[in-house]
């Protein structure tokens, strides 16, 4: 069994974040929080998962912009989606996606004074 691979612990926490993956950018919300990325959770039409998964699939670490504010500041980070989920929703062809960020020396704990 392989040890624990994370460089540093999680805070779960919900912050409303925008991230550009290609040329499209969309809202979701942070799930957790580390020093150096985090899980964002974010709902799709179908028609956006496409969109999203086409840029996904082309390289096993697909390139983010990540926005979100933490005490009165706007902030923007690049980072890379290191490891996603998709699950479907049901008949309403909604589609939910998780995915975690790497961004080097994201350190938003400091940030947002958590």
Known sequence: MMG??????????EIPVTFQVGKNTFSGT??????????IESSFAR?????????????????????YAAEGKLFTRNGIIKHYHLDFLGSQSVYRLSFGVWIPKLRMRQQKGL
């Open 47 to 67: 028609e956006n998962v496409r969109k999203v998964m086409r840029n996904l699939l082309k390289t096993r670490e697909c390139p983010v912009r990540v926005s």
């Open 30 to 39: 942070s799930a957790n929080l580390s020093d150096d990325g985090m899980l």
């Open 4 to 13: 624990e691979m994370r460089h540093s612990s999680r805070l779960g926490t």
